[in-house]
T-cell receptor
Framework: DVKVTQSSRYLVKRTGEKVFLECVQD?????MFWYRQDPGLGLRLIYF???????EKGDIPEGYSVSREKKERFSLILESASTNQTSMYLC??????????????FGSGTRLTVV | SQQGEEDPQALSIQEGENATMNCSYK?????LQWYRQNSGRGLVHLIL?????REKHSGRLRVTLDTSKKSSSLLITASRAADTASYFC???????????FGQGTRLTINP
């Protein structure tokens, strides 16, 4: 069964900590995405990557960075966590090209709380 | 920026009834997709309809697309308690590399 795996379901971190959220997919997909989901705001795109070592800013990249050293892994980094980054983080992947005719595959999400 | 807007924001019906959710969007699209999210979990892809299609079926799901009105609807027939979830539309816009999601419809099926 193909899937996207997010390393943690729940995380609690302190303000100012550097936080790594890991996402791994086993489908050989080129495109990977990080969204955050907040009540009343829906899903907002933070960063995406359309290939190894490539990255593009989404709608709300401030306070975040990403790393894509290998095709299967896309990491989201909170350089210095703040309480307004408390949220549900969702990783997704998709095949490039004709993959547009298919949907995204999402991970189960990481609920991050910054205290 | 959010492109898809779902309507209603919340819907509560009795088991066995049909549920209809609507989505409106603003720009030209390659396709439109619907996803389901159970509470606290990731999204699951349900169905994709291309811009040159008007209607598509998958099991108890029926999706329509009207590109002239920039709108889509998702119909779930003979609803079940397990259909309780949030439903999101997402648009794959022409020239874009990513999906844009609406804020979702919260569907509750009462037994």
């Amino acid at each position: 069964d193909v899937k996207v795996t997010q390393s943690s379901r729940y995380l609690v971190k302190r303000t100012g900590e550097k936080v790594f959220l890991e996402c791994v997919q086993d489908m050989d997909h080129e495109n990977m995405f990080w969204y955050r989901q907040d009540p009343g705001l829906g899903l907002r795109l933070i960063y995406f990557s359309y290939d190894v070592k490539m990255k593009e800013k989404g709608d709300i990249p401030e306070g975040y960075s990403v790393s894509r050293e290998k095709k299967e892994r896309f990491s989201l980094i909170l350089e210095s966590a703040s309480t307004n980054q408390t949220s549900m983080y969702l990783c997704a992947s998709r095949m490039a090209g004709t993959g547009r005719n298919y949907g995204y595959t999402f991970g189960s999400g990481t609920r991050l709380t910054v205290v | 920026s959010q492109q898809g807007e779902e309507d209603p924001q919340a819907l509560s019906i009795q088991e066995g009834e049909n549920a209809t959710m609507n989505c409106s969007y603003k720009t030209s699209i390659n396709n439109l997709q619907w996803y389901r999210q159970n509470s606290g979990r990731g999204l699951v892809h349900l169905i994709l309809i291309r811009s040159n299609e008007r209607e598509k079926h998958s099991g108890r799901l029926r999706v329509t697309l009207d590109t002239s009105k920039k709108s889509s609807s998702l119909l779930i027939t003979a609803s079940r308690a397990a259909d309780t979830a949030s439903y999101f539309c997402a648009t794959d816009a022409l020239g874009a590399q990513k999906l844009v999601f609406g804020q979702g419809t919260r569907l509750t099926i009462n037994p």
